[in-house]
């Protein structure tokens, strides 16, 4: 397999990076990348190849069940160079159909780590528990609702971080897509679309201003 892939390279420097050595040129001075792309780590989920994207689009971090944990230094440092210095106006949070991490929150885990980093998704458990309740659903029905259920607390958690939510406040960027690859067809689905924030929808985490807006006007009518 080593050798595959290293023939692989050399098929990828004549194929593709010399015919176009002017961009690859201009990335290796600086990279600009457009978007930083939040998925799971498994090897069916290529995101710039389901994407047909050239190396320099996508700022990447990739975990089991593609999770945005509050306590990672890892994700918090990518979030915070993608945001800070690499101005990244879109994020997008990617699930997929026939994922391990999520068949594994679905059925329970006992391996010590895997568990652990799971847990953080028990909300998500949760919530496509409440969903199914009394549907008669197949397991792969429920799957589909916990793999969604999953994204969806996934951003919830990205839009609660300070580094987001200080910026939402004030905005709509970084603006955050849930989407979901189907691995038995290639294809992307949209579930969460972003794309409304920058349409004057507001984003979920500009609903708390009235409310902190009241804390404050009640503070000062005491
Ligand atoms: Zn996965």
Known sequence: MINELLDGNARFVTGEFRPNEAYYRSIAARQSPKVLWIGCSD??????????????????????????????????????????????????????????????????????????WLCISTGAKEAADRIAAGRNLTR?????????????????????LALIRNRHEH???????????????GQIEV???GREA?????VAAKATKPAAKRKAAAKKSR
Request: glycine share 6%; with cysteine; net charge negative.
């Open 140 to 160: 792969d029905e429920k799957l589909a609702i916990l793999t969604a259920e999953n994204v969806k607390l996934q951003i919830k958690h990205l839009r609660n």
């Open 191 to 193: 579930l969460v679309d």
């Open 43 to 116: 090897s069916r989920v290529s995101e710039d190849v389901i994407t047909a994207s050239k190396p320099g689009t996508m700022f990447v971090h990739r975990n089991i069940a593609n999770i945005v944990a509050f306590n990672d230094v890892n994700i918090a440092s990518i979030l915070e160079y993608a945001v800070v210095h690499l101005k990244i106006e879109d994020i997008i949070v990617c699930g997929h159909t026939r994922c391990g991490g999520i068949a594994a929150i679905e059925d329970g885990v006992h391996e010590n780590y895997i568990a652990d």
């Open 198 to 202: 920058a349409r004057g929808r507001p």
């Open 171 to 185: 905005g709509t960027l970084p603006r955050i897509h849930g989407w979901l690859y189907r691995v038995e067809n």
